[in-house]
């Protein structure tokens, strides 16, 4: 028998060792059950990027040293206030970190701090155990596919109650094509018989995006011949309301049969939903292809391919950015709220049961009235009020540089060069701080740089380089006098030397960075698409622009996704400020866009904003670095004079061979820039000499970029 000599020192040697961490999964959902995303963790921990995080919480790796000793400390601080489901919550044994130090703000602005969101996909190790299910049906690989498979990205673990993944496309020999090969038989003769098989049997869904949002429900895509052999019209024949009509057979069988459809009626993007059983949802999302429900110019060449390939391309979307359920401009608004939930559980202090309460960070369940400035003259608030006093008018840039200014040099060099910079948009929504409450008026406050709203200032006295555009302005014209602005094109006013004088201001006071975990999905989906396309973030500059040249060509597939996750970020951010329609619609009336929370004119104006101004400050460093100037900008394309055909030609780099910080940058990354199109420099001058835009058609084929990507 050990001596207690022998013990203690084998006891000692366990103490020396190092720190041990909970496992993976377990890492992961105490992150998510305190609120805080992989960005923020990795910026608390002084890493460079949140690759470490993601290695921590997938097994990977592990953290040493110090980082070790403070990982291992905050994940004791979570254990003690979020323990497992099931085990009794213990005392805290080490408080958390402290939050990093907010900017200082004025008390007239001070609200509640929203906590940081939570963007990653529920793991396999969350989910919640659940009931035995109905046998599975027969799965076959897609070998019987009449195209061959092509490479696969990465596929997400698997969750146990979607076994065959988000999605399958139905064809007419009833096979149903899901993600990674996979093919079910589907014995469905009718719509309704469709929506119970996928319900009961087809084990098609995806788990919800946050802890306090809903699983996402399962997607059939409806070939031509699928629809038609389930009695559907091969082409919808109502072009404006692009639905059914009410006494079609197939709409009166589905409400015959006890299911629902949404307000938008049997269209090219179905729902097909009975009310919710407890916690049991039941929906179904059709996409029908012969009704354009995958539009060209957001999945370009995808109808037209094989079921197969098509299940391919929507489920890489849907692992990556979220399981279609519309158009890419309503996917952008709902992966919003699916990763900022309105509600979430709450105690009530009076009876202890559970409800529903609002999610701090969201923007809450009911729809909020914008401040004057912010709406438009048809609004029911501001047209009952007969506002006069003018709107905001934060909009992308069409400028184009009036010829006068041309010099006998720059009309003499050979080329007109294109630069596009990769989602401006969604680069502009890192790290916003967006107003959450209600819009409160101020008279001549003091400007905050911090503070989301709109202000009232006159920046016609500030003069600047006509060369350049104005960066007050879409149309890069200097202002005329007093008007209102967003709060970044303000700030840039400061920060451009000049004093601003506040008349008025509509300020929120709580907010927060309402678009992070967007931001963070989106941009992870684009870097990723595109690396495995080939574009990689270690190429070389000269590497980045022969990638990009072929990169469409690599796989059509993914290229394809890669066009859906730019024209999400574009729609989404489109969608915050969606006008009424409808040729019999009468100002004053409430439209069905701005009876919904996420209709904010105001979180777009300051996204847009801000892509404006990030590109007029890297205008105005290239003028001051290499003293060009460009001849025109369409919202996030510039063109610029050129003594070569490529941007390597004329892009400001150090005698290290390296970019200078601060102008355009090469990269496959959001904000950074790739050449979009090149055109001989007098093309550009007659099209300037025509009152026209070269960076709309410096492309070729006519190419337009009304709005940015």
Not at 117 to 144: D, G
Not at 208 to 224: E, F, Q, S, Y
Not at 521 to 531: I, N, Q, S, W
């Amino acid at each position: 028998m050990a001596s207690e000599e022998e013990l203690f020192a084998s006891v000692d040697v366990l103490l020396r060792e190092e720190p041990q961490l909970p496992p993976p999964a377990e890492r992961a959902r105490l992150r998510e059950a305190a609120g805080i995303t992989q960005a923020r963790l990795a910026e608390a921990l002084k890493l460079k990027s949140t690759q470490s995080i993601k290695n921590w919480e997938n097994g990977r790796s592990d953290p040493t040293g110090a980082r070790l000793a403070a990982y291992q400390r905050l994940l004791k601080g979570w254990a003690a206030k979020y323990p497992a489901p099931g085990t009794p919550a213990a005392a805290p044994t080490a408080p958390a970190p402290a939050a990093p130090p907010q900017p200082e703000v004025h008390e007239a602005f001070t609200g509640p701090a929203a906590p940081e969101p939570q963007a990653e996909t529920t793991t396999p190790a969350q989910a919640p155990a659940t009931a035995e299910r109905p046998a599975r049906p027969a799965t076959r690989t897609a070998s019987t596919s009449r195209r061959p498979a092509a490479k696969k990205a990465a596929a997400p673990a698997l969750d146990p109650r979607f076994p065959h993944g988000p999605l399958a496309v139905l064809d007419g020999d009833d096979s149903a094509y899901g993600v990674d090969g996979i093919v079910l038989d589907c014995p469905a003769t009718t719509v309704v018989e469709l929506v119970e098989w996928t319900l009961r049997e087809s084990g098609l869904g995806a788990a919800k995006l946050h802890r306090h949002g809903k699983d996402a429900d399962p997607l059939i895509v409806l070939t031509a011949a699928a629809a038609v052999k389930l009695g559907l019209p091969e082409h919808l024949e109502d072009r404006r309301g692009l639905r059914l009509p009410e006494d079609h057979p197939v709409v009166k069988q589905v409400l015959k049969a006890k299911w629902q459809l949404t307000q938008r009626g049997f269209g090219p993007w179905a729902r097909i939903y009975r009310k919710a059983q407890g916690r049991e949802r039941q929906c179904v999302q059709l996409a029908i292809l012969p009704w354009d429900a995958l539009d060209e110019r957001s999945w370009p060449g995808v109808a037209d391919m094989e079921p197969a390939d098509i299940a391919r391309v929507l489920g890489i979307y849907a692992q990556r950015v979220i399981t279609p359920r519309g158009g890419t401009a309503v996917n952008g608004l709902e992966l919003m709220t699916a990763l900022r939930p309105p509600t979430r559980p709450v105690r009530d202090e009076e009876t202890g049961n559970w409800v529903s309460g609002l999610n701090p960070g969201s923007l809450g369940t009911e729809p909020m009235d914008p401040a004057p400035p912010e709406g438009q003259p048809e609004h029911p608030a501001i047209h009952q009020i007969g506002w006069k006093g003018g709107f905001l008018h934060e909009e992308a840039y069409q400028w184009v540089r009036s010829v006068d200014t041309l010099t006998d040099e720059e009309c003499l060099l050979p080329y007109a060069v294109g630069l596009d910079l990769n989602t401006a948009f969604l680069a502009a929504a890192a790290r916003l701080v967006v107003g959450l409450s209600e819009p409160e008026h101020f008279v001549r406050p003091k400007f905050y740089p911090k503070v989301p709203g709109s202000w009232l200032v006159d920046l016609s006295n500030i003069e600047l380089d006509p060369r350049l555009p104005s960066p007050f302005t879409p149309t890069g014209e200097r202002p005329t006098g007093p008007a209102w602005y967003q709060t970044h094109t303000v700030a840039y006013a400061q920060e451009l030397g000049f004093n601003v004088e506040v008349l008025e201001a509509y300020l929120r006071k709580e907010t927060g960075a309402y678009l992070d975990p967007w931001h963070d999905r989106l941009r992870t989906a684009y870097v990723d698409t595109l690396a495995d396309l080939g574009v990689t973030k270690d190429l070389t500059d000269v590497e980045f622009l022969a990638a990009m040249e072929r990169h469409k060509d690599v796989d059509p597939a993914l290229a394809a996704v890669l066009a859906a996750i730019k024209a999400t970020v574009k729609g989404g951010i489109g969608k915050l400020f969606e006008n009424p329609q409808g040729k019999n619609y009468k100002d004053g009336e409430p439209w069905p866009a701005m009876q919904r929370p996420t209709w904010r004119p105001d979180i777009r104006a300051a996204v847009i904003s801000k892509a404006r101004v990030n590109m007029h400050r890297k205008l105005l460093n290239m003028s001051r670095m290499t003293g060009l100037f460009p001849l025109a900008v369409l919202s996030d394309c510039v063109v610029y004079p050129s003594p070569g055909s490529s941007p390597l030609d004329f892009l400001p780099y150090a005698a290290s061979g390296k970019p200078q910080p601060g102008g355009f940058r090469l990269g496959p990354t959001p904000g950074l820039a790739k050449l979009e199109g090149v055109q001989p420099m007098l093309w550009a001058v007659d099209l300037m000499e025509k009152g026209l835009n070269p960076a709309r058609h410096i492309k070729g084929g006519d190419a337009v970029l009304e709005d940015g990507e």
